[in-house]
């Protein structure tokens, strides 16, 4: 178990890169802390699978340094790192079976059988395969054997870190649940660092004790679910967390004022004058119908998803989402829209601005 | 669910039919009807009933050529796989030089049998062959028109010449189709180099080998125009494979009944080996399944 540091860190897959743009993983800095649980959340090809393989080691990085506790292992061996992966298609060992499987990361490092019968009965119960370990690994189903991948990652007791990419992709939906359950259990027993690489927001948000939401490359913010959710640092992590995500409309900023097409919006704070693309980000929880308040809206069309109802609207030409109480009634004549002020956000060039009268400086996040 | 049943069908098939029994039945049914009949010439012949049969498994010319056909297999086979696997093995997986390999590795597979016994007949030769008259300054005593050890290894060279590069193209085919997902697992797993090629690289190469190891059989078992240029069969009787040793007695003696009755067990001995081997190759698979 390690603190995992990454100093300067930086990836392009081309031999020369020239520009930013050459580069699959974007300079980055930032401790894993040992014993926390990671989500990296992302689009698919925004570096999530790079940065994993950089920590374990499949992948040597184009600049900057890896530590493990302070030791620069950046140009050291998989094997070195005493790292578990697990990927996200089914690697089984065909021709053996389910039992030497699991036992093979154990007696390619030596350990004695008692050992590895012990921790491979142990295994073999969490995946639920105890009846199946005599079986050869060929012929199983992929959800069998993506089992095993994932019974092999987490059959040694002393890693340094647990790195799963996407790992239930293939799983069907039931069992989806009952291995994340087994997951959080095993973490919480052992409290190895684990990071989870998924595009699935739910798979993020129920796993991890923080957040990763990587963009384009870049990492754009790290969070608590909580905060992911009320001050996303990106209009992506806008987007893509929430459901539906965060609106975002372009606006011009005049102090705690916002104005869209002329009309005036409240902002709970103020900001002080911005450069760049401009743009105001509220969250559908956080706008509200109505028949006499607010700015006028075009409501479109209504889906009822069952605890709520989604309001897809026309607001100046913007399509706007906004969230009605399951039991609200959404009237023919409900034609305006509020937003609530203290969880509105600005935005310059995708990037959340702070508000003055706090301390931080503004566009640091930039 | 109810099928339409409907007999013009049939003609469908003919034309199959027709090419199947043009190519492959008639010819081998003229062969079947040569090795139950004798002739004496005038086109006149008589029912032999299984009398050629029994002379060719009680001729000890039929026996030792199969044996010499069987040691001729079983050495380029097992020359030939492991070579061919060990050279797919180290060939560059990408890039130009991947390119520069294979077509370098697909040549001797297009040059004509005859053209590759003409070439290794010049090879070998003391006189003016670059290998032959080398191999004679340096010392060493070989002629492969003389002696029965250098006519071997002569042939066995050339066909591992010819033929290696058949299996290293289907092993590279095969260790492509690995995805990477594989070989970062075993590095995570920390499995040996022999463990990735042992439990990795070989399971999923093993469909690609099985045809590796039949197409080379079945062609090594036919062999007849390299070794006919090379060595025609000698010195003496020593490289007298089946294929020599059955065109010296349909078209040398003229011994069209025995020949023809040789030739059916000859295809049979083919069809037999190739049917085991497959049977037993793909039961391993169920059974593992």
Known sequence: MAKITLDNLAHSYLPNPA??????????????????????????????????????????????RILFDGHDVTHAPTTERNIAQVFQFPVVYDTMTVRDNLAFPLRNRGRDEAYVAERVQEIARMIGMEDMLRRKARGLTADAKQKISLGRGMVRQDVNALLFDEPLTVIDPHMKWELRTQLKSLHRDFGHTMIYVTHDQTEAL??????????????????????LFEQPEHTFV?????????????????????????????????????????????????????????????????????????VRADFFGHDINIIAGEDDHVGADMNRVTFDADHVNVYADDWRVAPSERTTPAGEAA | MNKTVNQKAWFLVLPVLLLVAFSAVIPLMTVVNYSVQDTFGQNQFFWAGLAWFEEMLASERMWNALWRQMMFSGIILVIQVPLGIFVALNMPK??????????????????????VGTIWQIFGRVDIGLLGYTLDALGLEYNYTQDTLDAWVTLIVMDVWHWTSLVALLAFAGLKSIPDAYYQAAKIDQASRWKVFRYIELPKMSGVLTIAI????????????????????????????????????????????????????????????????????????????
């Open chain 1, 19 to 64: 520009s930013e743009e050459d580069y699959a993983l974007k300079e980055l800095n930032h401790d894993w802390q040992d014993g926390a649980a990671y989500a990296l959340l992302g689009a698919s090809g925004c570096g999530k699978s790079t940065l994993l393989n950089i920590i374990s080691g499949l992948l040597q990085p184009s600049q900057g």
């Open chain 2, 214 to 289: 039949l197409l080379r059989f079945m062609d090594s078992f036919k062999i007849y125009t390299e070794p006919f240029v090379v060595t025609g069969g000698g010195p003496g009787n020593a490289t007298t494979l089946l294929s020599i040793d059955l065109v010296k007695m349909a078209l040398g003696q003229f011994d069209l009944g025995p020949a023809a009755a040789f030739s059916i067990m000859y295809f049979l001995v083919i069809l037999l080996v190739s049917w085991v081997f497959y049977t037993v190759m793909t039961n391993l698979d169920k059974q593992e399944g």
């Open chain 1, 238 to 310: 806008g987007y893509f967390i929430g459901s539906p995500g965060m609106n975002v409309i372009p606006a011009r900023i005049e102090g705690d004022k916002a104005i869209v097409n002329g009309t005036e919006i409240e902002l709970g704070h103020a900001y002080r004058p911005q450069e760049g693309k401009l743009e105001i980000g509220v969250r559908p929880e956080y706008a509200r119908l109505s028949q006499a308040e607010g700015l006028p809206v075009k409501v479109r069309r209504v889906e009822d998803v069952g605890r709520h109802k989604v």
């Open chain 2, 94 to 115: 990408s890039g130009a030089w991947s390119t520069v390999c294979l077509v370098l590795m697909s040549l001797p597979l297009l040059i004509p049998w005859n053209v």
């Open chain 1, 206 to 227: 129920t796993f991890a004790d923080k957040v990763v939401v990587m963009h384009d490359g870049r990492v754009v913010q790290i969070g608590t679910p909580e905060e």
